[in-house]
């Protein structure tokens, strides 16, 4: 009977605990989902300009970036999984600004880029192993996949994934930036200052 409220409280206090240390002041975004979303910003900016650069540079520099590009792909499955798991702990969701068919579109959107990220990340770790290599993160350590190195054609059909999959995350991303900005300073809500570090208040 009484063992059910004791873990209620436990739980409670574990959201309470986080929030704060978090910095969650409940009207802006906590410091640690501020944090984890402008990380997965910047990764998705640099992953996607250095492949599409990196054809410009000789075969060694061209494998260097091609490897840092893996590296870094690691990294940013991290901070993804991290940031989903970081706003399923109860206590860290942010209620929207927005209502109605605006709320709607904006939360699709987020939950489209989150499902995005996490098969672009799925598809470079298939594509890498198909490529015959293992997924090293910057020579630390490496994962080694469940299969060797696949014939061409479905290598090909790894690469028009990921390319496709790619454009798709920048220019959602893109839109949905650009609606920020509009939030901001069109509509001069509070949309995009509680996803900024410094505009408290
Ligand atoms: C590749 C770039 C980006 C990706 C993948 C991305 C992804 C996301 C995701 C998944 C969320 C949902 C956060 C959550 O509640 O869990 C989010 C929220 C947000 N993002 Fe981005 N974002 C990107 C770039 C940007 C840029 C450049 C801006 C600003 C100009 C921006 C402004 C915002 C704002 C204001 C929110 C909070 C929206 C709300 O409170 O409903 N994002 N972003
Ligand atoms: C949002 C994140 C990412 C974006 C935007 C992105 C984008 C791209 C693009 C545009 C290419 C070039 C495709 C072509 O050759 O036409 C590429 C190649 C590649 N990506 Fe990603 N990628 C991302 C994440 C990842 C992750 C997480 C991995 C995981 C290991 C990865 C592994 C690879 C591999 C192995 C290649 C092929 C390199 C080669 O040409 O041999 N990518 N990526």
Redesign the pocket.
Known sequence: MYRVPAMNDIHDNFAEATRIAAGDDGTNYDNVAIALHWATAL??VV??AM??LWDSFDKPTRQGM?SI??SL??L??VVVLVRIAWRLIPGHQRPAIVSGRVKLASKGVHYLLYAL?VA??GI??A??WA?GHE?SFFGLFAITGPYGRLDRPTRHIF?DL??NV?WA??VIAGLHAAAALYHHYALRDRVLARMLPLARG
Do not use: D, P, S, T
């Open positions: 990764l998705v992953q996607f492949a599409k091609e590009h893996v792909g690691v940013l499955m990220l672009q990340a470079g770790f594509w890498r490529q997924v690469h990921h390319e790619a995350i920048v």
